[in-house]
C-alpha cells in the first residue's frame, strides 16, 4: 500500500490505465499520493479494498464479542460479567455484525472490486458517489464507535420499542450511527442498478452477465427499497426519545408494535440483501471449480430477483406473538413458505451443477459446499419459525438464534470468506497457503456446526435468547456451545495469519490461478487501474467452458 | 483437574434462582397441556420433512464431489437443457409447503380459540416480575397455580416496557405490550410443576423474570384460593427458608445482589444492622420496621444513589414478610 | 472473450464534461437518469414510512385529526402548494432552455425556482411560529393555549400525536426544501460558469427531477394535513 508513493508525479496526473491498481489511482485530488492517494481514491478496487479493511475490522470486533457472550454462558449465573455488561455484549455483537459487517460486506467491498470488471467496465457509473458512500459508511462507524466507547448500548440489535426509548444507554448515537450507514447502503445501491444497466461492455448481455452480478443487481433493488424504510424508523425513535414525539409510546396514544411492523420491513428484506449476495459468490466458485456451465442459470439469475420481491411480503413473521390477528398471522406464514421456493431453486441447481462436471476441492470450493450444506439447514429450520404453530413454541427462543446464524454465518460468512480466498489473487497479486487455508476452514466449519448445533436444541427445549442466566438443565449443552465457539476463534484467526503471510511473502499470483473462464480472470493479477488492458468485447458467458480458448482457461 | 473444573464450572460462582427443575420429552419440554401435543406433532413432521431434504441434497452433493472429482482429462461440456426437471423441482416445493402451512395453522388455531368458560387470571409484567391475581382478587408475585383440566385465560397487561409470556411445557407464547391487554389461553391436563420465561428483552434483569407454574387439582386449587400461599412443606416452621424462597419469586434478587456486587437495588450482603443513608441525607438504622416499610412503601424513604430505579410495591402477607425478614438477617 | 478483435474503437471524441469510466455522452446521461430514478424510489419509501404512520394515527382517531386539522391555518397551506406548483413549472422550464443552450434563460428559471422554494420556507417559519406560541407541540410538549387557537375550536387531549405527525412529515419534507436550494444554487453557479450546453446539461435535468419530487410530496401533504374533512 506504499506502492503509490513510489513513482513519479507525471504519472499521477495521467494515471496509466495498465499500471496495477495498487501502483497507480485517480484521485480526487489529482497527483495525491501515499495514504492520501487512498482515501481520495476514486477506483472502484480501492474502494472496495478500504471496504474490505473495514469491514474485517468490524468482523472482528463483532467476533470478539461473540466470544464475550459464549464464555459468560458457559455456565449458570456470573461467569464473567454481570448482567447489564452482557446485555451490552450481546447488543453490540448483533450491531456491529449486522450494520458495520455483514450489510457492506459482500456488495460494498467484494463487490465493488469485482463487478464492474465483470462487467467489462473501466469503473462503476458514479465514482465520487462510490467514495462518498464510503465516507459516510465511515462516518456511521464513528457514531455507533461513539456510542460504543461511552458504554454501549443495550437494546438488543432490534432496538424496540418502549425499551429503547427508555434505557439509559446511548441509544441515540447508535441509532445515528445505523442511520447514516443506510445511507451509504442505499447510495451504493443506487450506484449498482446505474452501473449493471449502462456500464456493461459491448456483446456482454443481461444473459450473459455473471451470476454473481445478478444477485447484486437484486440486492440493490432491495437496498434501495428496504433501507429508506429503516431511516425513517430510526429518524422517528430518535424524534421519539429526544422529543416525546409519542409514535411509538403508548402512554402518548401511539403503539409500540408499529415500531416493529416498521422495522421488519426494512430487517426481513435485510436479511436478503445479507444473503443473496452470498448466494451470487457460491455461483461463482461452483461455476469455476466445477468447470461447468451453472444448471438453470436463468432460474438461478431470477431466483434472487423473486427473493428480492417476496422479501418485502413477509415481514409480519417476526410478530406472530406480538398480537396480530390470526387472519394477517395466516398471510405471513402463507408468504414465508413462498419464500423458500426461490432458495430451492438455487440449491438443487447448484447441486445438479455438480454432476458430471470436473470439480476441484481448492479452498474457495470448500466454503461454497459448507454454505450449501449449512444454509440448507438454516433454511430449512428458517420452516419452523414460519409455521405458526411452532413458533409460536419457538420464537425468542434459542432456536431462532441457531437459525439465524445457520443463514448468516453458515451462509453469508461462509461465501464471504469462500468469495476472499477466490479473489484474493486478483485482489493482492498474491496466492496463499493452501495447507493453513484447509485448516482454517476444517476448525471454523467444526466449530460451527458444534456452536450452533446445540442452540437448536437448547431453544426447542425453551432456553429463550438474550438471556443473561438460565435453568441448570441447560448448562450442558450452553458448556458444548462455548468450546465449539473457541474452534471458530482458532479458525478465524488461523485464516488471519494466512492472510498476513500472504500479503507479506505470498508468491506471485498468476493471472488466472484457477482457470476460470470468467471475464475477471482475463485481466492480469493484481487488476489494472484500468481494469482491461484492451476494450473487451463479449462473445460468451463467464460459465461457457465449452467455448473458451485454451489460453484463457491457462493457469500459467 | 484445573480445566476440567472451569469447564464444569460451578468454578465462577453460580445462578441466582433455584427453581423447579425441567424436564425433557425428546427435544421438546414435558408436555402439559392440550394444546401441546399437536404442536408436537407439527414440530416432529417438518423436523423429518427438512432431515429428508438435507440427506438427500447433503448426500448427493457428496456423492457427486467423490464422483466428479477432477481427474486429467476431464472433458468440459454444458449440460444438457434441463428445463423440464427445473420445473419440477420449482413447482413440486409449493405443493409441499401448501401442505405444511395447512398443518401449521391448525395447530396454531387450535391454541389460539378460547374455551369458553374460561378461568380469568390477570397477568402484570413488570421489571421483573409476574404478578397474577386471582377472580378472588388474591395476588401473587412468582408463582401461579391453575387447576387441571381446566380452560385458562391470561390477560396480560405491562406497565413499562413489553414482555412476553412463556410456558415451554403449555407450548404457549404471547408478547404483554404496554397500553394494551393481549391474552393467551390454555388447558393443562398433567399436574405438577413448570415454568414461565419472560422472551421479550426487557433490561437488565430480563433473564431473572421467571415465574413458577403449579398445575393442580381443582380441589387443591380451591383450597389454595381460599387460605392463601402457605409456607411450602420443606421450609414448614422454618421462616428464613421460606424467605429466601419468597426473595426469590418474587425477584428481589434481580435487584439486590446477596454477594455484594453491584446491583440495580443496595446489596444485601450484611444488610441487617447496617446503617444507610437516605436520599434526604439521614442515617437509618435498618431493622424489621424500616425494612417491612421498604416493602409495602418503598418510595417512603429512599436510599442515597438509587433514586433512579424504582422498586415496585408489594402486597404480601406479614407472615411474608416476617419470612422475608427472617431470612435477610441471614445475609452475612 | 476479451478478444482482440476489439481493439481500436476509441474513435469518437472525448468531450470535457465525459467522465473516464463513460464512453459516450449518452451513457453517461442515461446512467445518471437511471440513478436518478432509483434515488426518487428510495425517497419515496422514505416518506411512505411516514404516510403509513399517518395512515395507521388517522384510522384510530378520526375525530382528533379532524379537530387538530382545523388548527393548521389553509389559507398559507393553499398558498404554499400554488408556490410550489408553480415553481416544479419554471424548474421544467429551466430544463428546456438548458436543452436548447440559453444560458440566460436557464439561471432566470433557477433563480425563480429556488425564489419560490424561500418564499415557501418563510410561509413555514410563520406556520411553525404560531404552532410553537400556540403550544401545538409533539406529545410530549403539547400543551395547547386556549387563547391561541383558531375562535371557536377546541383541541382533545390527545391532538399530540397529529401534531407529532404534522411535525415529522413537514419537517422532512422542509429538510428536502432546503437540500433542493443548496443544490439548485450549486447548478445555478455551474450553469453561470458555462458548465452546460445544449450537448450536456444533465445536471439540470436532475435536480429538475428531485424537485419535482419535493413538489409532489407536499401535494399530499397538503390535503392529508391540512384539508381533513
Ligand atoms: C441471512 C439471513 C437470513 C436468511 C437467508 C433467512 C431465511 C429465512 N428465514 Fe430467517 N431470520 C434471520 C435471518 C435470515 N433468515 C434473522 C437475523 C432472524 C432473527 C432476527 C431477530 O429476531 O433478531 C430471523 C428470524 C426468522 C423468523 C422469525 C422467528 C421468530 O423470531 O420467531 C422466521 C419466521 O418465519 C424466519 C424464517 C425464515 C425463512 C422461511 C427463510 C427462508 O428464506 C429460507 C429458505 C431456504 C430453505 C427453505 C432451504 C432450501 C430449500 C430447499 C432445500 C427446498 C426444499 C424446501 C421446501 C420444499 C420447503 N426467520
Ligand atoms: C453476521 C452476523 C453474525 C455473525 C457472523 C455472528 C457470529 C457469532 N455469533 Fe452472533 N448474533 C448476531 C449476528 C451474528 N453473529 C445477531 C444479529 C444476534 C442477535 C443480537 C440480539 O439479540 O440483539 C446474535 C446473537 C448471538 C448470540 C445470542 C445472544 C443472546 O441471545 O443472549 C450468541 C450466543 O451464542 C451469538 C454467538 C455468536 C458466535 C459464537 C459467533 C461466531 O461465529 C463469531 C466468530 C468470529 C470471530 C471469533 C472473529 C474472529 C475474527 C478474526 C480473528 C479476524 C478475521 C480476519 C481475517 C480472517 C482476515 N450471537
Ligand atoms: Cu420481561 Cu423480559
Ligand atoms: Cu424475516
Known amino acids: 500500500m506504499t506502492a503509490a508513493a513510489t513513482h513519479s508525479p507525471a504519472h499521477d496526473d495521467h494515471p496509466d490505465p495498465t499500471e496495477s491498481y495498487l501502483k497507480a489511482t485517480h484521485s480526487l485530488i489529482p497527483g495525491a499520493r501515499g495514504l492520501l492517494a487512498w482515501l481520495t481514491t476514486l477506483d472502484h478496487k480501492r474502494i472496495g479494498v478500504m471496504y474490505l479493511i473495514s469491514v474485517l475490522t468490524a468482523f472482528m470486533i463483532g467476533g470478539v464479542f461473540a466470544l464475550l457472550v459464549r464464555l459468560e454462558l458457559m455456565s449458570p449465573g456470573k461467569t464473567i460479567m454481570d448482567a447489564d455488561t452482557y446485555n451490552h455484549m450481546f447488543t453490540l455483537h448483533g450491531v456491529v455484525m449486522v450494520f458495520l459487517f455483514i450489510i457492506p460486506s459482500i456488495p460494498a467491498a467484494m463487490g465493488n472490486i469485482i463487478m464492474p470488471i465483470q462487467l467489462g467496465a473501466k469503473d462503476v457509473a458514479f465514482p465520487r458517489l462510490n467514495l462518498m458512500s464510503f465516507y459516510i459508511y465511515a462516518f456511521g462507524a464513528c457514531f455507533a464507535l461513539y456510542s460504543m466507547i461511552n458504554g454501549g448500548v443495550d437494546t438488543g440489535w432490534t432496538f424496540y420499542t418502549p425499551y429503547s426509548a427508555r434505557s439509559n444507554s446511548f441509544v441515540i448515537p447508535m441509532i445515528l450511527g445505523a442511520f447514516i450507514m443506510g445511507f451509504s447502503s442505499i447510495l451504493t445501491g443506487v450506484n449498482f442498478i446505474a452501473t449493471i444497466h449502462k456500464m456493461r461492455a459491448p456483446g456482454l448481455t443481461w444473459g450473459r452477465l455473471s451470476l454473481f452480478t445478478w444477485s447484486l443487481y437484486a440486492t440493490s433493488i432491495m437496498q434501495v427499497l428496504a433501507t429508506p424504510v429503516l431511516a425513517i424508523t430510526l429518524l422517528l425513535l430518535t424524534m421519539e426519545r429526544t422529543l416525546g414525539m409519542g409514535i411509538f409510546d403508548p402512554k402518548l396514544g401511539g403503539d409500540p408494535v408499529l415500531f416493529q411492523h416498521f422495522f421488519w420491513f426494512y430487517s426481513h428484506p435485510a436479511v436478503y440483501i445479507m444473503i443473496v449476495p452470498g448466494m451470487g459468490v457460491v455461483s461463482e466458485l461452483i461455476g469455476t471449480f466445477a468447470r461447468r456451465q451453472l444448471v438453470g442459470y436463468w432460474f438461478i439469475a431470477m431466483s434472487s430477483i423473486g427473493l428480492a420481491l417476496l422479501g418485502f411480503l413477509v415481514w409480519g413473521h417476526h410478530l406472530f406473538v406480538s398480537g396480530m390477528s390470526e387472519y394477517a398471522a395466516a398471510i405471513f406464514s402463507a408468504l414465508t413458505f413462498l419464500v423458500a421456493i426461490p432458495s430451492g431453486v438455487k440449491i438443487f441447481n447448484w447441486v445438479a451443477t455438480l454432476h458430471k462436471a470436473s470439480i476441484s476441492l481448492q479452498t474457495p470450493m470448500l466454503w461454497a459446499l459448507a454454505f450449501i450444506f449449512e444454509f440448507t439447514i438454516g433454511g430449512l429450520t428458517g420452516l419452523f419459525l414460519g409455521m405458526l404453530a411452532t413458533d409460536v413454541h419457538l420464537h425468542d427462543t434459542y432456536f431462532v438464534v441457531a437459525h439465524f446464524h445457520y443463514v448468516m454465518v453458515g451462509g453469508t460468512v461462509m461465501g464471504f470468506f469462500g468469495g476472499l480466498h477466490y479473489w484474493w489473487p486478483k485482489f493482492t497479486g498474491k496466492m496463499y497457503s493452501e495447507r493453513l487455508g484447509q485448516i482454517g476452514f476444517v476448525l471454523v466449519t467444526f466449530g460451527f456446526n458444534l456452536t450452533f448445533m446445540t442452540q437448536f436444541v437448547l431453544g426447542s427445549r425453551g432456553m429463550p435468547r438474550r438471556y443473561y442466566d438460565y435453568l441448570p438443565e441447560y448448562h450442558e449443552l450452553h458448556r458444548w456451545s462455548t468450546i465449539g465457539s473457541w474452534f471458530i476463534g482458532a479458525g478465524f484467526l488461523t485464516l488471519l495469519y494466512m492472510f498476513i503471510q500472504s500479503l507479506r511473502s505470498g508468491p506471485k499470483a498468476p493471472r488466472n490461478p484457477w482457470g476460470s473462464a470468467a471475464l475477471e480472470w482475463q485481466v492480469p493479477s493484481p487488476a489494472p487501474l484500468g481494469n482491461f488492458l484492451k476494450e473487451p468485447r463479449i462473445t460468451r458467458g463467464p460459465y461457457d467452458y465449452h467455448l473458451a480458448k485454451p489460453e484463457e482457461l491457462e493457469q500459467e | ?332 | 472473450m476479451s478478444s482482440a478483435d476489439a481493439a481500436d474503437d476509441h474513435g469518437h471524441d472525448h468531450p470535457k464534461f465525459l467522465q473516464h469510466q463513460f464512453d459516450t455522452p449518452a451513457q453517461q446521461f442515461e446512467a445518471a437518469k437511471i440513478g436518478m430514478w432509483a434515488f426518487l424510489g428510495q425517497e419515496l419509501l422514505f416518506f411512505s414510512g411516514l404516510f403509513v404512520a399517518y395512515g395507521i394515527f388517522r384510522s384510530w382517531y378520526p375525530e382528533m385529526f379532524s379537530m387538530a386539522s382545523h388548527q393548521l391555518n389553509r389559507p398559507m397551506g393553499a398558498a404554499n402548494t400554488i408556490v410550489l406548483l408553480f415553481s416544479s413549472l419554471t424548474a421544467a422550464l429551466a430544463v428546456r432552455s438548458a436543452q436548447t443552450g440559453n444560458k440566460a434563460a436557464t439561471s432566470r428559471f433557477l433563480l425563480i425556482t429556488i425564489g419560490c422554494a424561500f418564499i415557501f420556507l418563510i410561509v413555514k417559519y410563520f406556520e411553525y411560529v404560531h404552532k410553537f406560541e400556540a403550544g401545538l407541540l409533539p406529545a410530549h410538549y403539547f400543551h395547547p393555549h386556549a387563547d391561541h387557537l383558531v375562535p371557536g375550536t377546541t383541541i382533545p387531549e390527545n391532538g399530540g400525536s397529529f401534531f407529532a405527525i404534522y411535525f415529522m412529515m413537514t419537517g422532512v419534507h422542509g429538510i428536502h426544501v432546503l437540500v433542493g436550494i443548496g443544490v439548485m444554487i450549486w447548478i445555478w453557479r455551474r450553469n453561470e460558469r458555462g458548465d452546460f450546453s445544449a450537448k450536456y446539461f444533465t445536471p439540470v435535468d436532475l435536480v429538475a427531477l428531485y424537485w419535482h419530487l419535493v413538489d409532489l410530496v407536499w401535494i399530499y401533504l397538503f390535503p392529508l394535513l391540512y384539508l381533513i374533512d
Open chain 2, 1 to 332: 483437574m484445573m480445566l476440567a473444573s472451569f469447564l464444569d464450572s460451578s468454578f465462577f460462582g453460580s445462578s441466582f434462582f433455584d427453581p423447579v427443575p425441567m424436564k425433557w420429552e425428546g427435544q421438546m419440554p414435558e408436555s402439559m397441556a392440550v394444546g401441546a401435543p399437536h404442536v408436537d406433532w407439527v414440530y416432529y413432521a417438518i423436523y423429518y420433512f427438512s432431515l429428508f431434504f438435507q440427506v438427500v441434497i447433503t448426500g448427493v452433493m457428496f456423492y457427486f464431489v467423490w464422483k466428479y472429482k477432477r481427474k486429467k482429462g476431464d472433458k468440459l461440456e454444458t449440460p444438457p437443457d434441463l428445463t423440464r426437471l427445473e420445473i419440477m423441482w420449482t413447482v413440486l416445493p409449493l405443493f409441499f409447503i401448501v401442505i405444511l402451512f395447512h398443518v401449521g395453522f391448525k395447530g396454531y388455531v387450535k391454541n389460539a380459540i378460547a374455551g369458553d368458560g374460561a378461568l380469568e387470571i390477570r397477568v402484570r409484567g413488570k421489571q421483573w416480575l409476574w404478578e397474577f391475581e386471582y377472580p378472588n382478587g388474591m395476588k401473587e408475585n412468582g408463582k401461579l397455580v391453575v387447576p387441571i383440566n381446566r380452560p385458562v385465560k391470561m390477560i396480560m397487561s405491562s406497565d413499562d416496557v413489553i414482555h412476553s409470556f412463556f410456558i415451554p411445557e403449555f407450548r404457549i407464547k404471547k408478547d404483554v405490550v404496554p397500553g394494551m391487554y393481549s391474552n393467551v389461553v390454555f388447558e393443562a391436563n398433567r399436574l405438577g410443576p413448570a415454568h414461565v420465561f419472560c422472551t421479550e428483552y426487557c433490561g437488565t434483569s430480563h433473564s431473572g423474570m421467571l415465574a413458577e407454574v403449579q398445575v393442580m387439582t381443582t380441589e387443591a386449587w380451591d383450597d389454595y384460593m381460599k387460605k392463601g400461599p402457605p409456607p411450602p412443606p420443606e421450609c414448614e416452621g422454618r421462616p428464613a427458608c421460606w424467605g429466601e424462597k419468597l426473595f426469590v419469586q418474587n425477584a428481589c434478587v434481580t435487584c439486590h445482589s446477596r454477594d455484594g456486587a453491584k446491583s440495580p437495588g443496595p446489596t444485601f450482603k450484611g444488610v441487617y444492622g447496617r446503617k444507610e443513608q437516605m436520599k434526604t441525607g439521614d442515617m437509618v438504622d435498618i431493622e424489621e420496621n424500616y425494612i417491612k416499610e421498604s416493602i409495602r412503601k418503598p418510595q417512603a424513604k429512599i436510599v442515597m444513589g438509587y433514586e433512579n430505579v424504582v422498586m415496585p410495591t408489594f402486597s404480601l402477607s406479614d407472615n411474608q414478610v416476617d419470612a422475608l425478614i427472617a431470612y435477610l438477617k441471614t445475609i452475612k
